[in-house]
């Protein structure tokens, strides 16, 4: 997979190498060259310097075969813009904004843009919005069999309640993040876009339960 970060700072540079050391191709936007420095001499990626927002930029650093994007600079308006710009006129479809001011990340996730909040940011959150299928489980029991896991849903259960996709794949909701907080499901709850759901499953059937839901509703 080919993932592009905007913002080579402490955060950008540490996403950068762990993503590269898991076998990803990678490259990593920044107005200052003396920035990639902190990738340090055995980072292979790809180094473009300019303005992470632009666009002719976002293709140098190959963003129209991306299949994610990070933008974790320092600012918020240009983490958010880039996002946007990412997502909406590149079709990426795993994005993912920091946002030093959580009040703002509320408004964000509105818009569609998944958020991590500086103050509760990790590494693995980060990695976590932009490669779901790869990311570790939540939970899992002792034996290893249960597991609680977040679950990229397609498009197309917008609007469905959670009962449906518990049936549709033998699975429970376990709790539901929307916009940035978690939310326990109802029997009359409707999946919003923007919601992050997390499953509890038989570990076995993560990759069954990732098949289902990568479909709409009408392709079950």
């Not at 976002?58 to 997502?87: H, K």
């Not at 996730?109 to 489980?137: C, F, H, K, N, Y």
């Not at 876009?193 to 570990?203: A, I, K, N, Q, S």
């Amino acid at each position: 997979m080919h993932i592009v970060i905007m913002g080579c700072g402490r955060v950008g540079s540490a996403l950068a190498r762990t993503l590269e050391k898991q076998g990803h191709s990678v490259a990593i936007v920044d107005q200052d060259p003396t920035a990639f420095r902190r990738l340090g001499s055995g980072f292979a990626g790809k180094r473009v310097t300019g303005v992470g927002f632009d666009q002719d930029t976002l293709r140098e650093a190959g963003i129209e075969e991306a299949d994610a994007f990070a933008a974790v600079s320092s600012g918020d308006n240009s983490n958010i813009i880039a996002a946007r710009v990412a997502r909406e006129t590149f079709g990426v479809e795993n994005v993912a904004a920091r946002i030093y001011d959580p009040r703002r990340a509320e408004v964000y996730q509105r818009l569609g843009i998944p958020t991590v909040a500086t103050v509760r940011w990790t590494a693995d959150q980060m990695l976590r919005r932009l490669l779901p299928s790869e990311a570790e489980p939540n939970w899992q029991d002792a034996s290893g069999a249960i597991q609680l896991a977040e679950v990229p849903v397609a498009a197309g259960w917008f609007g469905q309640r959670l009962s449906r996709l518990e049936q549709a794949a033998e699975v429970r909701v376990g709790f539901v993040t929307r916009l940035g907080v978690g939310t326990l499901p109802t029997p009359e709850m409707v999946l919003q876009e923007g919601d992050v759901v997390h499953l509890l499953m038989r570990t076995a059937d993560l990759k069954a339960v990732e098949a289902v839901f990568a479909k709409g509703p009408e392709e079950n």
